[in-house]
C-alpha cells in the first residue's frame, strides 16, 4: 500500500515538476557561469524548492485559506514571471553583459547572475503545478506514515532535478556556441508558451 502511494505521489510529482524539462533551460540561463558556481545554483534550488514545497504540503491549504488567496492567483503571477524571463533568453539580453566579464575584481570570478531563488526554485520546480500537486497529496495522505512517503518521493524528485540540471550544461556546451545559442532561443519560446499556458489557466479558473 505504502509503496503504491510513493509510486503514484512520485509520477505525479516528476511529471509536473518536469526535472528534464527544466534541466536546458537552467543550461541556457546559467550559460556565463562556472561549473562550480552552476552546481551550487542547482543544489540550492533545488534544496529551496524543496523546502518551498514541503512548507506547501504542511500548512499550504491554513496559509492559503488565512490569506484569502487562490491557487489560481499563483498560475497568473507564476506566468507573468516566467515570460519575462522568456523573453531575456530569446532577445539575448545576457550579451550585453557578457562584456562585463573582462572586469574581474582582483582575484575573484566574474559577477554571475543567481539564478537559485528566481526562477529556477521558484516558479521552475516550485511552480503553480507542482503546489497544487503536493497540497493535493498531502490532502488524501492519512497519516504521518503516509505523509512521510509523499514527502520521500518529493525528496527523490528533487535529487533527479538536481542530478539534471548538473548534467544538462556539459551536454549544451558540446554542441557549441552557436548550437547553445538556438537553443537557447528555442527554450525561450517554449518557456513563453509555459508562462501563457499558465496564464491562461489561472485566467480560465477564474472565470469557470
Keep these: 500500500?505504502?509503496?503504491?502511494?510513493?509510486?503514484?505521489?512520485?509520477?505525479?510529482?516528476f511529471v509536473v515538476i518536469d526535472p528534464p524539462g527544466c534541466a536546458p533551460i537552467y543550461a541556457g540561463l546559467t550559460a556565463e557561469a562556472t561549473q562550480r558556481q552552476a552546481m551550487t545554483m542547482a543544489f540550492r534550488a533545488s534544496v529551496i524548492a524543496a523546502l518551498i514545497l514541503i512548507g506547501f504540503a504542511l500548512f499550504g491549504a491554513r496559509l492559503l485559506a488565512a490569506m484569502h488567496i487562490e491557487l489560481d492567483s499563483f498560475r497568473i503571477a507564476g506566468g507573468v514571471m516566467l515570460f519575462l524571463i522568456a523573453l531575456d533568453m530569446v532577445l539575448d539580453r545576457n550579451t550585453e553583459k557578457r562584456t562585463e566579464r573582462a572586469e574581474k575584481v582582483k582575484a575573484s570570478r566574474p559577477v554571475v547572475k543567481d539564478v537559485a531563488v528566481f526562477p529556477m526554485a521558484m516558479p521552475m520546480l516550485a511552480g503553480p503545478g507542482s503546489i497544487a500537486s503536493i497540497m493535493l497529496l498531502s490532502a488524501r495522505a492519512h497519516g504521518a506514515s503516509e505523509m512521510g512517503i509523499i514527502l520521500a518521493?518529493?525528496?527523490?524528485?528533487?535529487?533527479?532535478?538536481?542530478?539534471?540540471m548538473v548534467a544538462a550544461r556539459p551536454i549544451i556546451r558540446l554542441l557549441g556556441e552557436q548550437i547553445e545559442a538556438v537553443?537557447?532561443?528555442?527554450?525561450?519560446?517554449?518557456?513563453?508558451?509555459?508562462?501563457?499556458?499558465?496564464?491562461?489557466?489561472?485566467?480560465?479558473?477564474?472565470?469557470?
Design 1 to 13: 500500500m505504502l509503496g503504491q502511494l510513493f509510486f503514484s505521489a512520485f509520477i505525479t510529482l
Design 153 to 164: 518521493a518529493l525528496a527523490l524528485v528533487m535529487v533527479l532535478a538536481f542530478a539534471a
Design 183 to 208: 537553443v537557447t532561443r528555442l527554450l525561450g519560446v517554449l518557456l513563453a508558451a509555459l508562462a501563457a499556458q499558465f496564464v491562461i489557466d489561472g485566467i480560465k479558473g477564474q472565470l469557470f
